[in-house]
């Protein structure tokens, strides 16, 4: 239904704050009880619940490895970032028919695929190779480093970029040394739409998935006539059209970040993993990058106001930004 004056739009800002506000203090509340009970303090355990429901990675320490709540207060957090994989979540009345219905959901499929493969690489990438020399000696590094891949993992494709205790022991299990690369992958794949996660979002992905499937049968097959239904078809034309604007624009927004940094001074590599960051509000990610001279602090002012701008783009996303700059789309 279309906005036509402020005050509808007033009417329909009260209506999803009332619809989602409920739903953003109860599972806050919970995940601070739970790392309460898990043994990190009540001003630790709120500022990270808070973290983790907005998906921030702000935390008042030295993130979750200098916390108390140790891998069982990562294991609540991790119930807790899937929340970031799909805006259905936040709808307290739905939330049952959500839970029966996750294994069709587009969104949830596609990142328990990347969080899985990312796992199943770091840990096959070195067990193979130590099984025969050191056998059941390392079952359990294996298993820590398993844990530390899927908890960063899943932390970073929804924008969070919390790092698992066990991430380093994970990088060294797989003799990965130089992890950028993957974490800045999943950071621009990004979480669901419409929920608090950066990113190109899961939903668009698919969408460029499902349009390269049925190209790819057309050309085997140029006479086969695609699915029937509306979801189809949304996902054939005009979602395919809009998932590749956006990430177009995405692309160009990063490409311009970038080479505005790098005139500034910094590096390309930085420049690069600074733009990422930024345009998909995934900040932590550089103390993850293992370059312990890339620190926000270390930058200038003019870095500092390129980096704002960026990050003010990749909240608001670049076609939203665009309409509301369109005078045709004014009412």
């Not at 303090?41 to 973290?51: E, L, N, Q, W």
């Not at 998906?55 to 069982?72: F, K, Q, V, Y």
């Amino acid at each position: 239904v279309p906005i036509r004056s402020a005050k509808d739009g007033g009417i329909r800002i009260a209506r999803v704050f009332r619809q989602l506000a409920p739903a953003y203090a109860l599972f806050t509340a919970v995940l601070a009880l739970l790392l309460v009970l898990a043994g990190d303090r009540i001003f630790t355990a709120v500022c990270h619940a808070m973290s983790v429901i907005s998906t921030s990675g702000i935390s008042p320490g030295h993130g979750l490895e200098g916390a108390g709540a140790g891998r069982l207060g990562e294991g609540f957090i991790a119930l807790f970032l899937i929340l970031a994989v799909s805006s259905r979540f936040m709808v307290l009345d739905q939330f049952t028919s959500t839970l029966r219905g996750l294994p069709r959901n587009p969104e949830f499929r596609l990142m328990a695929i990347a969080v899985l493969s990312v796992s199943a690489i770091l840990f096959l990438r070195h067990g193979f190779a130590s099984f025969d020399t050191e056998g059941m000696r390392d079952f359990v590094p294996g298993t820590r480093a398993i844990w530390g891949s899927f908890f960063t993992a899943l932390s970073f494709i929804t924008t969070t970029g919390f790092e698992s205790m066990d991430w380093l022991q994970a990088r060294e299990w797989a003799g990965l040394y130089s992890p950028s690369v993957i974490l800045l992958g999943l950071a621009v794949m990004g979480g669901g739409v419409a929920t608090t996660a950066g990113g190109l979002k899961l939903l668009r992905v698919y969408a460029l998935y499902r349009h390269s499937v049925r190209e790819l049968g057309r050309l085997m097959h140029p006479s086969s006539v695609g699915r029937t239904g509306l979801t189809n078809r949304r996902f054939r034309q005009q979602g395919a059209v809009l998932a590749w604007v956006f990430l177009m624009l995405f692309l160009f927004g990063a490409a311009v970040s970038a080479i505005a940094l790098t005139l500034a001074g910094a590096g390309f590599e930085q420049a690069l993993a600074l733009a990422i960051a930024s345009l998909t509000n995934t900040g932590p990610i550089l103390s993850a990058m293992g370059d312990p001279s890339l620190t926000y602090s270390g930058l200038n002012d003019t870095m500092l106001g390129i980096l704002s701008a960026t990050m003010v783009l990749g909240r608001v996303e670049t076609l939203a930004l665009i309409a509301l700059l369109n005078p045709d789309y004014w009412r």
